[in-house]
């Protein structure tokens, strides 16, 4: 079974570029999952997908994020315009939707590394 | 509010030592909790979790963990440190019931813990 993909895997840009963050989850997971961690902070939630549908976006830093999912399968997580403060490694995760509330089967991709300069 | 506590940054332990790492919650009842390793240059790996049922933990690559109510601790241990053990661990936890908060497969993590392996 294919695990959840990320890529790029690493992305340089400049400040007020914009860049595009892919995730694909594990076929059959309904959950998608977006969280961030940057430099010397702890890991944070920032939106969650239930198929093509937004569950929660309440740990969206602002809004130059923008985040879709076409068709209930891969997700996108634009950042428009960067700011070196958006520096920061983005992880994917994704999960089955029914069993445990969520958490059945939760899988993380290996992420990817974000820096603005 | 869900939170996460991981008070040691960094631990340095010798090879074939033990370890143990400290996690502390705040949760109105049992989450679900979960440790997870990164190594450098690479995701995050399920070590092992806990929904219910025994309070002792099994997961990969020898770890253990024990779940304790009274404490609001869910630690992870392992016997004998191996150097390729060397990595960042995160305690993460998630909302059982939305009777106490907490959406529904989010993950709510510490801080983490930077283990270096002395030879």
């Known amino acids: 079974e294919a695990g959840v993909t990320q890529f790029p895997s690493h992305s340089v840009i400049e400040k007020g570029q914009t860049v595009t963050l892919r995730c694909d989850p594990i076929?059959?997971?309904?959950?998608l999952y977006w969280y961030r961690r940057v430099m010397g902070k702890e890991i944070k939630f920032l939106l969650h997908?239930?198929?093509?549908?937004?569950?929660?976006e309440s740990g969206m830093p602002n809004n130059r994020f923008l985040a879709e999912r076409t068709g209930g399968t891969y997700s996108t997580l634009k950042v428009q315009p960067a700011e070196l403060e958006d520096s920061g490694v983005y992880f994917c995760a994704s999960s089955q939707e029914t069993r445990d509330r969520g958490y059945y089967g939760y899988t993380f991709g290996s992420g990817t590394r974000l820096t603005v300069v | 509010a869900q939170s996460v506590t991981q008070p040691d940054i960094h631990i340095t332990v010798s090879e074939g030592a033990s370890l143990e790492l400290r996690c502390n919650y705040s949760?109105?009842?049992?989450?679900?909790l979960f440790w997870y390793v990164q190594s450098p240059g690479q995701g995050l790996q399920l070590l092992l979790k806990?929904?219910?049922?025994?309070?002792l933990v099994q997961g990969i690559k020898g770890f253990e963990a024990e779940f304790k109510r009274s404490q609001s601790s869910f630690n992870l241990r392992k016997p004998s440190v191996h150097w390729s053990d060397a990595a960042e661990y995160f305690c993460?936890?998630?909302?059982?019931?939305?009777?106490?908060?907490?959406?529904?497969?989010?993950?709510?993590f510490g801080k983490g813990t930077k283990l270096s392996v002395k030879p």
């Open positions: 997908f239930v198929k093509e549908s937004k569950q929660d």
């Open positions: 076929s059959g997971h309904d959950n």
């Open positions: 806990y929904f219910s049922g025994d309070t």
């Open positions: 993460a936890v998630g909302a059982s019931s939305t009777r106490y908060g907490g959406s529904q497969g989010n993950l709510i």
């Open positions: 949760y109105g009842a049992t989450p679900y």
